[in-house]
């Protein structure tokens, strides 16, 4: 029996930290790790009980809406449905997914390390497919969600989306956000030991290459209201070209939009 128990237990522990990592990651909650931890922990231990006890699935659901309260904490009663509505949506993608490779590969689940291996590599799997999801939500973005005030070293700077800009620097794998040139100066005075780099564009005219920067803890504004602190980022200066609003004096990547400013918010 123990075995068993150990079985349903590690079963359930891969499928729960699969799905409760890829719902907070798609409604971008900001959740810490000892809640994270918890949640899926809880869950698990509740999944083996009621399957164990042959208890009716409308228990599980019930304490499974009180888990995710206690994960989400949700400010309203719309915003809780949402993310319920998101789990249980991405809950039989996964399992889909679980099937459709059994299927493809003709697996016998029924041999337990069979099992285990196939949850371990669909769910890995299911993360690269949630990893671009949102990109399904550009339809919604308006002209009114892509303006930022951008708090740099003091210096306040008006800061524009640009969607079809995804540049990243290759070596750290950092967002880039390409600032007027103006404020080189200002921005780089008593900042002498910031990180400098090459950084290659490639442009319709061909490629360029520009001095670029590792900066620290930018902080980002929307309507004066405070939306997130860039722990690090790479400036490159340049001259904005005549695309970008006339106030504008920066750029912002499509990534750094979606991942960081709570961008195409679900």
């Not at 522990?13 to 918890?38: A, D, G, H, Q, Y």
């Not at 697996?107 to 390390?113: S, T």
Request: glycine share 4%; with cysteine.
């Amino acid at each position: 029996m123990k075995i068993y128990l150990d079985y349903i237990f590690l079963e359930n522990l891969i499928v729960n930290t699969v799905i409760i990592i890829e719902t907070i990651k798609f409604t971008k909650s900001k959740i810490s790790n000892k809640r994270k931890i918890f949640v899926i922990l809880i869950d698990t231990v509740l999944s083996c009980f009621f399957t164990l006890n042959n208890y009716s699935s409308i228990f599980h659901f019930i304490f499974s809406l009180i888990t995710f309260f206690i994960l989400f904490k949700p400010k309203t009663l719309f915003e809780y449905i949402k993310k319920v509505l998101c789990f249980y949506m991405l809950y039989i993608m996964y399992l889909g997914l679980i099937i459709s490779t059994c299927i493809i590969l003709k697996i016998n689940l029924e041999i337990f390390i069979y099992k285990i291996l196939i949850y371990i590599f669909t769910g890995f799997l299911f993360h690269f497919i949630c990893k671009d999801l949102w990109k399904m939500w550009k339809m919604h973005i308006t002209e009114n969600n892509l303006f930022y005030t951008l708090w740099i070293n003091g210096i306040e700077i008006n800061a524009f989306v640009d969607t079809g800009n995804s540049v990243k620097e290759p070596i750290t794998s950092l967002d880039v956000i390409f600032v007027n040139s103006k404020y080189k100066e200002k921005i780089l005075n008593g900042n002498e030991k910031l990180n400098k780099l090459k950084l290659e564009i490639n442009t319709i005219s061909g490629n360029d290459e520009k001095e670029a920067y590792i900066v620290k803890d930018i902080i980002v504004y929307k309507r004066k209201n405070k939306i997130a602190k860039l722990d690090k980022i790479v400036l490159s200066f340049s001259s904005i070209n005549s695309s970008t609003p006339e106030k504008y004096s920066a750029i912002i990547g499509y990534n750094t939009y979606l991942e960081k400013l709570e961008g195409v918010i679900l």
